[in-house]
């Protein structure tokens, strides 16, 4: 098992930005292999993907509604992974999440699969 610990979230004004990170509680020499996901749930809706990097090649994927404003970043040796939220929009507001898995031949943008999940770290986009 990976434990995931987010930090980060808060209040933000619209247009303005925001840095998740996501830590393995421990270090692990294996980190690299995880695929990391971030998802998000707002109120009343379904929690979905937002970004993801891949296991040991990192390649990246982004939802549409944040590319061009969101970038994922991952640092293997300290077992971190980061979001750096830009231009952010009301619609932006949710709880944050940040999940790991092992390769299981599918996108790391699908959801299947993820077996360890963070807490969660709420980001509100307010005036």
């Known amino acids: 098992q990976l434990q995931l610990v987010e930090s980060g979230g808060g209040l933000v004004p619209p247009g303005g930005s925001v840095r998740l990170s996501c830590g393995a509680s421990?270090?692990?020499?294996?980190?690299?292999?995880?695929?990391i996901g971030w998802f998000r749930q707002a109120p009343g809706k379904e929690r979905e993907g937002v970004s993801c990097?891949?296991?040991?090649?990192?390649?990246?994927w982004y939802a549409d509604s944040v590319k061009g404003r969101f970038r994922i970043s991952r640092d293997n040796a300290k077992n971190m992974v980061y979001l750096e939220m830009n231009s952010l929009k009301f619609e932006d507001t949710a709880v944050y999440y940040c999940?790991?898995?092992?390769?299981?031949?599918?996108?790391?943008?699908?959801?299947?699969?993820?077996?360890?999940w963070g807490h969660g770290t709420q980001v509100t986009v307010s005036s």
């Open positions: 421990s270090l692990r020499s294996d980190y690299v292999g995880y695929a």
């Open positions: 990097s891949s296991a040991n090649d990192g390649l990246t």
């Open positions: 999940a790991a898995r092992r390769p299981i031949g599918v996108s790391c943008h699908d959801i299947t699969g993820y077996d360890n």
